[in-house]
């Protein structure tokens, strides 16, 4: 983690804040590949409370409550192929230790926001509720549940890319900004810097209403030295020439993904070769620089074996996480998808 020095310590504080028992709600904002997610990462480190994540998907603007819905199964430890009657016993259990003889309170508004079909007595609780009651409710529940999470350990929610929420999860944020003041609960969003996205709003009203919870962390591109410090930490500080560095440094334009990006492209070109104490160059190999950090990843992708470059199509497809059943019946021939897993993630 290279030029964060300012805003980790600040998320620090706020992660070591509530450990102590004092809530908030951070914003962490910066274009793709700024550094948001890496930023919260680093400071979760050694963080010993409840830990809750929840990740926005591109296309999850027609799908409501699926940062929550990420959110919950993960609190569950349900894997995205569990099957519906496995994740709603673990649901009805962990309820159940969490509100004891209320249970049906809480349990049946979120089993239907997972899409679960409840026992019976709890679906009853939902029959009559026209859908503006069963929403309001369910914001209770959700806030409910939060409020009871931090009872007796410090609860983080961390929320990935709301820029690509539903509006109703945008609303949901917007009741929450406030818990801090209720219990030991840090809120951190984490978004792109995208105005016309409903989710922009609720910054501004966090900074006006809450201003005593509320912690900016707006990431920039990084500075000259601050690049050039962490193409030295990836590839070693004498690597690559002057001339070579400098172009890269100017095509990052301060973004450490696209500079990371570009160096792995260097690596499956052939242009930098791994050794034992780092990387060298091979001078004989032109090097290329794609213009922007699409085309980077493009070029890595269309170096990939052919098997490799099928399983990745395949799993673009299905998200970013999936379970392996789901990928071997859509791939036509599954046979050598652990040899493609295995080159997929050793070339990151």
């Given at each position: 983690l290279v030029g964060r020095a300012s805003e980790f310590a600040r998320q620090q504080d706020a992660?070591?804040?509530?450990?102590?028992?004092?809530?908030?709600v951070a914003f962490v904002i910066g274009e793709a590949g700024i550094g948001k997610s890496r930023l919260v990462s680093e400071a979760r480190t050694g963080y010993a409370g409840t830990w809750l994540e929840g990740r926005c998907v591109s296309y999850g603007e027609t799908l409501?409550?699926?940062?929550?819905?990420?959110?919950?199964?993960?609190?569950?430890?349900?894997?995205?192929?569990?099957?519906?009657?496995?994740?709603?016993?673990?649901?009805r259990r962990e309820a159940e230790e969490l509100f004891g003889s209320r249970v049906l309170e809480v349990y049946p508004y979120l089993c239907a926001m997972l899409g679960l079909t409840p026992e019976p007595d709890a679906a009853a609780r939902l029959a009559d509720l026209a859908p503006e009651a069963l929403r309001f409710r369910t914001f209770e529940v959700i806030e409910q549940l939060f409020l009871e999470l931090a009872t007796d350990r410090p609860l983080v929610v961390q929320l990935e890319d709301l820029h690509w929420a539903d509006t109703t999860s945008v609303e949901l944020v917007e009741r929450l900004l406030s818990i801090g003041d209720r219990a030991a609960v840090l809120l951190v969003v984490t978004q792109r810097d995208e105005r016309d996205h409903p989710c922009w709003r609720l910054r501004a009203q966090a900074a006006r209403d809450v201003p005593h919870l509320f912690?900016?962390?707006?990431?920039?591109?990084?500075?000259?030295?601050?690049?050039?410090?962490?193409?030295?930490?990836i590839v070693g500080p004498a690597t690559l020439p002057p001339r070579l560095e400098q172009r890269l440094v100017q095509a990052a334009e301060g973004n450490p993904f696209?500079?990371?990006?570009?160096v792995r492209s260097l690596v499956d070109h052939g242009a930098l070769i791994a050794t034992n104490a780092g990387y060298r160059l091979d001078h004989e190999v032109q090097v290329e620089i794609?213009?922007?950090?699409?085309?980077?990843?493009?070029?890595?992708?269309?170096?990939?074996?052919?098997?490799a470059h099928d399983v990745l199509t395949a799993a673009s497809a299905l998200g970013r996480t999936f379970g392996r059943p789901l990928l071997d019946a859509v791939l036509v021939d599954s046979a050598e998808t652990d040899a493609a897993l295995h080159e997929l993630q050793r070339l990151d």
């Open positions: 992660v070591a804040a509530v450990a102590d028992g004092r809530g908030g409501p409550y699926w940062p929550f819905r990420d959110l919950l199964r993960g609190w569950l430890g349900a894997a995205d192929d569990d099957p519906d009657l496995r994740v709603r016993v673990r649901l912690i900016d962390l707006a990431l920039e591109p990084l500075g000259g030295e601050a690049e050039r410090a962490l193409l030295h930490a696209y500079l990371e990006e570009l794609p213009p922007t950090v699409e085309r980077v990843v493009l070029a890595r992708i269309d170096r990939l074996p052919a098997v």
